[in-house]
């Protein structure tokens, strides 16, 4: 027969068994999260177990330390809001860099994609004017698909979408007429695009062309006495230009040319009178041909008179030096290889034809005639160093123009450096530094004199 525990051993053990309320059954939750190893549940025996403390006052459910409801939150760690606020923010990290990546991905497949099929173009809108018309005349008239457009040029007008018929009328050339299709901007006719966002000045008004379509009036859109005509006074012109100037004594100046066709050089032992002659060249310059007017373009700023005819043109020149002692005896008379193209204003009259007009008109920056072939002289010493800058793959700058007593030409290499200066003066190409004489040791040094006069 077993012997009974005392009765005060008995209550201590009754009063140490939790009931049933003290300790929740145990969850299927609960073993889940128990096998991935989060926490294991031990129960000691009834004996082991610890007396349960006295109630504690109530919490307010608003602190962190709130008692869990169950044995769920008694396992679960607890975090502090500093730790929410990280870990949201991990998320919103994380969260971004997946759309990045899916960005990446999708714009990546669409570059394929276009890269591998046709994707039709996307046609630009229609563009609204203003179109100008200009030419190389001062007066005219013009007219847009049979509507007259206010005058004197230049002509503005805002183009209708698809074709638009242009017309210009300006005696005694004949009319011009051409198509523009529009926004295309595609032009069949006698019309040729010109540049895009020009300002221009329009019956007192500026105006910033969208397009300009320009209209060249030439020699040959006139009868044959007229071309004749206008030739004649080009030609007059032209040869009533004499410059003048002296050669100093101790630089050089052309006597001539070898046997090879390079320009021969002296020394002036005295003072040299020197005149730059000028004459309709016998050869073409550039896209105009020898002995003919070619149409240039008109300065809309040009003060011209309100009533004239005037046509701007321009006709290949040739240049020649012509060195007289003090006496009068002409040393050297020669002509300068390249012809240049001068540039001059010629007025129309129904009863004289074609002059120059009475005063001459100045040209584009206050220029005359005299001014503009003035300074053809250094265009003519670069057409000069110009084999030379090819056999060493170089570029020219012209750092210093001083007109008809000559200009300094800096020869560049292909990155920029400086490789060589040289002088072109009295229609005589000279090495103004070593690196020059290096490169081309047949041209005389340039004196110190000469440099300076050129740099002054």
């Given at each position: 027969?077993s012997?009974q525990?005392?009765?005060?051993i008995?209550?201590?053990?009754?009063?140490?068994?939790?009931?049933?309320?003290a300790?929740p059954?145990?969850?299927?939750?609960?073993?889940?999260?128990?096998?991935?190893?989060y926490?294991?549940?031990?129960?000691p025996?009834?004996?082991?177990?610890p007396?349960?403390?006295?109630?504690?006052?109530?919490?307010?459910?608003?602190?962190e330390?709130?008692?869990?409801?169950?044995l769920?939150?008694?396992?679960?760690?607890?975090?502090?809001?500093?730790?929410?606020i990280?870990?949201?923010?991990?998320?919103?990290i994380?969260?971004?860099?997946?759309?990045?990546?899916?960005?990446?991905?999708?714009?990546?497949?669409?570059?394929?994609?276009?890269?591998m099929?046709?994707v039709?173009?996307?046609?630009a809108?229609?563009?609204?004017?203003?179109?100008?018309?200009?030419?190389?005349?001062?007066?005219?008239?013009?007219?847009?698909?049979?509507h007259?457009?206010?005058g004197?040029?230049?002509?503005?007008?805002?183009?209708?979408q698809?074709?638009?018929?242009?017309?210009?009328?300006?005696?005694?050339?004949?009319?011009?007429?051409c198509?523009?299709a529009?926004?295309?901007?595609h032009?069949?006719?006698?019309c040729?695009?010109?540049?895009?966002?020009?300002?221009?000045?329009?019956?007192?008004?500026a105006?910033?062309a969208?397009?300009?379509?320009?209209?060249?009036?030439?020699?040959?859109d006139?009868p044959?006495?007229?071309?004749?005509?206008a030739?004649?006074?080009a030609?007059?012109?032209i040869?009533?230009v004499?410059?003048?100037t002296?050669v100093?004594?101790?630089?050089?100046?052309?006597?001539g040319?070898?046997?090879?066709?390079?320009?021969?050089?002296a020394?002036?032992?005295?003072?040299l009178?020197?005149?730059?002659?000028?004459?309709p060249?016998?050869?073409?310059?550039?896209?105009?041909?020898?002995?003919s007017?070619?149409?240039?373009?008109?300065?809309?700023?040009?003060?011209?008179p309100?009533t004239?005819?005037i046509?701007?043109?321009?006709?290949?020149v040739s240049?020649?030096w012509?060195?007289?002692?003090?006496?009068?005896?002409?040393?050297?008379?020669?002509?300068l290889?390249?012809p240049?193209?001068?540039?001059?204003f010629?007025?129309?009259?129904?009863?004289?034809?074609?002059?120059?007009?009475?005063p001459?008109?100045p040209?584009?920056?206050?220029?005359?005639?005299?001014?503009?072939?003035?300074?053809?002289?250094?265009d003519?010493?670069?057409?000069?160093?110009?084999?030379?800058?090819?056999?060493?793959?170089?570029?020219?700058?012209?750092?210093?123009?001083?007109?008809?007593?000559g200009?300094?030409?800096?020869?560049?290499?292909?990155?920029?450096?400086?490789?060589?200066?040289?002088i072109?003066r009295?229609?005589?190409?000279?090495?103004?530094?070593?690196?020059?004489?290096?490169i081309?040791?047949?041209?005389?040094?340039?004196?110190?004199?000469?440099?300076?006069?050129?740099?002054?």
């Amino acid at each position: 027969m077993s012997q009974q525990p005392p009765d005060d051993i008995q209550r201590e053990r009754e009063r140490a068994a939790p009931s049933s309320e003290a300790l929740p059954p145990l969850r299927a939750g609960y073993y889940g999260r128990a096998l991935l190893g989060y926490r294991t549940l031990y129960r000691p025996p009834p004996h082991m177990r610890p007396e349960p403390q006295h109630p504690l006052a109530p919490i307010p459910t608003d602190q962190e330390d709130a008692p869990p409801d169950n044995l769920n939150d008694l396992l679960r760690p607890r975090r502090t809001n500093r730790q929410r606020i990280w870990n949201l923010f991990g998320v919103a990290i994380i969260i971004f860099m997946a759309l990045g990546i899916l960005h990446r991905l999708i714009a990546y497949q669409v570059a394929q994609s276009s890269a591998m099929t046709d994707v039709p173009a996307i046609a630009a809108p229609p563009l609204h004017g203003p179109v100008v018309i200009v030419s190389n005349a001062s007066y005219g008239s013009a007219s847009v698909n049979g509507h007259a457009l206010a005058g004197p040029p230049p002509f503005v007008f805002t183009p209708i979408q698809g074709d638009n018929a242009i017309t210009l009328t300006a005696p005694p050339f004949a009319p011009h007429a051409c198509h523009m299709a529009w926004p295309e901007q595609h032009i069949t006719g006698d019309c040729q695009a010109g540049h895009a966002g020009s300002l221009y000045a329009i019956q007192g008004k500026a105006v910033l062309a969208l397009f300009t379509l320009y209209i060249p009036l030439r020699a040959t859109d006139m009868p044959p006495d007229l071309q004749a005509s206008a030739n004649d006074a080009a030609s007059r012109a032209i040869n009533g230009v004499a410059l003048t100037t002296t050669v100093p004594p101790g630089q050089y100046y052309a006597t001539g040319y070898d046997s090879q066709g390079q320009i021969t050089a002296a020394i002036a032992s005295a003072p040299l009178v020197a005149d730059l002659l000028f004459s309709p060249a016998s050869a073409a310059a550039g896209d105009c041909v020898a002995g003919s007017l070619c149409p240039a373009g008109l300065d809309i700023n040009t003060d011209l008179p309100s009533t004239a005819r005037i046509w701007s043109v321009f006709m290949p020149v040739s240049l020649r030096w012509r060195f007289t002692s003090g006496v009068g005896s002409q040393v050297y008379s020669g002509v300068l290889a390249t012809p240049e193209p001068a540039q001059f204003f010629l007025t129309y009259s129904d009863t004289t034809g074609w002059s120059i007009p009475q005063p001459p008109i100045p040209l584009a920056f206050g220029q005359t005639l005299a001014d503009e072939l003035q300074w053809r002289v250094c265009d003519e010493g670069q057409s000069m160093l110009q084999p030379l800058a090819q056999q060493v793959n170089g570029s020219i700058a012209v750092p210093h123009d001083a007109g008809l007593a000559g200009c300094a030409l800096q020869l560049l290499a292909h990155e920029g450096g400086k490789m060589g200066l040289f002088i072109w003066r009295f229609g005589v190409l000279l090495a103004a530094d070593s690196a020059a004489h290096i490169i081309a040791p047949a041209l005389p040094l340039a004196p110190a004199s000469e440099i300076a006069a050129v740099n002054g």
